[in-house]
Each structure stands twice: as structure tokens, then as C-alpha cells.
């Protein structure tokens, strides 16, 4: 049974920081794309980075330079390192995990950014 479990979400302020992680399990995790996405209240669901699998990282410009992903393969988890947080950033992130035409997804985290 393929399980994708994020964690680390919560209320930052403005400027602030937070750490995302994804723990995969029931997958050969080194095989597969690993992609965040989130969703704001009212808005379709973007993407917000991906890492292949070699390690290559993609990001929406919205969080260039702000945002960094990263992957463990000995762990079997991605990481999205957030900083200087905007009002804008909050939202459910989720975890997704790709290969080919498979898509697995995790339940998601809620992260917002208030004052």
C-alpha cells in the first residue's frame, strides 16, 4: 500500500520559515518524480516544486529563490525548505509522488502565513 505522509505545516509569520516532509512508503521511492503542490481557499491546485528522479529541481516562479527542495533516498523522503513566507504561501501543500502515468498523492498540510 502506497502511504505519502506530510508533515511540518503550521502558522508562521510573514518573513518567517517552515519545513515540509514527505515520507513515502509502498513505492521504490528513487524511481519517482517528487512534486509539492498546494492549494489555496477558492484557487485550483499549482505546483509549487519538483525533484526528479536525478536530483534535478524545478520551481514555480512564484517561490524562486525562496523555496528549495530536496530529496533523501536513503530515507525515502522530500523535503521543501520554505523561507521568507508571504501571506500569499498559505495553503494545503501536498506531497506527490510520479512516474510515468502513476500519481500518488499524500493528504496534504496546512501551512499559513499570518501576523
Known amino acids: 500500500q502506497v502511504q505519502l505522509v506530510e508533515s511540518g505545516g503550521g502558522l508562521v509569520q510573514p518573513g518567517g520559515s517552515l519545513r515540509l516532509s514527505c515520507a513515502a512508503s509502498?513505492?521504490?521511492?528513487?524511481?519517482?518524480?517528487m512534486v509539492w503542490y498546494r492549494q489555496a481557499p477558492g484557487k485550483e491546485r499549482e505546483l509549487v516544486a519538483t525533484?526528479?528522479?536525478?536530483?534535478?529541481?524545478n520551481y514555480a516562479d512564484s517561490v524562486k529563490g525562496r523555496f528549495t527542495i530536496s530529496r533523501d533516498n536513503t530515507k525515502n523522503t522530500v523535503t521543501l525548505q520554505m523561507n521568507s513566507l508571504k501571506p500569499e504561501d498559505t495553503a494545503i501543500y501536498y506531497c506527490?509522488?510520479?512516474?510515468?502515468?502513476?500519481?500518488?498523492w499524500g493528504q496534504g498540510t496546512q501551512v499559513t502565513v499570518s501576523s
Open positions: 525533484i526528479t528522479s536525478g536530483s534535478r529541481a
Open positions: 509502498g513505492i521504490i521511492f528513487s524511481l519517482y518524480d
Open positions: 506527490n509522488a510520479q512516474r510515468w502515468s502513476t500519481r500518488h
